[in-house]
T-cell receptor, first 113, second 115 residues
Framework: KAGVTQTPRYLIKTRGQQVTLSCSPI?????VSWYQQTPGQGLQFLFE???????NKGNFPGRFSGRQFSNSRSEMNVSTLELGDSALYLC???FGTGSDTQYFGPGTRLTVL | DQQVKQNSPSLSVQEGRISILNCDYT??????FLWYKKYPAEGPTFLIS?????DKNEDGRFTVFLNKSAKHLSLHIVPSQPGDSAVYFC??????????????FGQGTILTVHP
């Protein structure tokens, strides 16, 4: 069974631009969670989608948004990029109940110049 | 507010010996715990999990122990192998509540296993 895939793997943007990252979950998984990993803050939860609905959101500004499609694929968008948005963005998929294991993709490395 | 803490940034172990990685949590609502292993430039790989109704779970060389009263869990790797060298993250979730999909992670422990 194919794992979680994320595209692109690497991205370089400049301040003020916006970016869209994509995540394809494991087949059959309906939940997708997004995380940001930085050296200073570690792994931080951004938001979770299940059946095209956002069920949970972390403490990030409104510049960070996401959506999920009917095939469970998810995208996250960051608008008006700041230098501090440089990070590894990870998505994870699961079946969607609380104790289901989340399986992570390889991540997208975003660099903001 | 660090709700999940891994107080040892690094651990060095000889091949064949036991590796013990520790994790403490403060949120009593957490009821499901996971350990992940991560290599640089890759996503975390799931290792093992434990529900709060248990105090031990084993999977091959990996065993996780949970002490709810102390809000402490540990991951034991026996025997340790050089391929186990990676960053290990402890994560927790309130599985029974409305924290849908929200894993709270510790800061990670770098494990180095020497041949």
């Amino acid at each position: 069974k194919a794992g979680v895939t994320q595209t692109p793997r690497y991205l370089i943007k400049t301040r003020g631009q916006q970016v869209t990252l994509s995540c394809s979950p494991i087949s059959g998984h309906r939940s997708v969670s997004w995380y940001q990993q930085t050296p200073g803050q570690g792994l931080q939860f951004l938001f979770e989608y299940f059946s095209e609905t956002q069920r949970n959101k972390g403490n990030f500004p409104g510049r960070f948004s996401g959506r999920q499609f009917s095939n469970s694929r998810s995208e996250m968008n960051v608008s008006t990029l700041e230098l501090g948005d440089s990070a590894l963005y990870l998505c994870a998929s699961s079946f969607g109940t609380g104790s289901d294991t989340q399986y992570f993709g390889p991540g997208t490395r975003l660099t903001v110049l | 507010d660090q709700q999940v803490k891994q107080n040892s940034p690094s651990l060095s172990v000889q091949e064949g010996r036991i590796s013990i990685l520790n994790c403490d949590y403060t949120n009593s609502m957490f009821d499901y715990f996971l350990w992940y292993k991560k290599y640089p430039a890759e996503g975390p790989t799931f290792l093992i999990s434990i529900s709060s109704i248990k105090d031990k779970n084993e999977d091959g060389r990996f065993t996780v122990f949970l002490n709810k009263s102390a809000k402490h869990l540990s991951l034991h790797i026996v025997p340790s192998q050089p391929g186990d060298s990676a960053v290990y993250f402890c994560a927790a979730i309130n599985a029974g509540g409305t924290s849908y999909g929200k894993l709270t992670f510790g800061q990670g422990t770098i494990l180095t296993v020497h041949p």
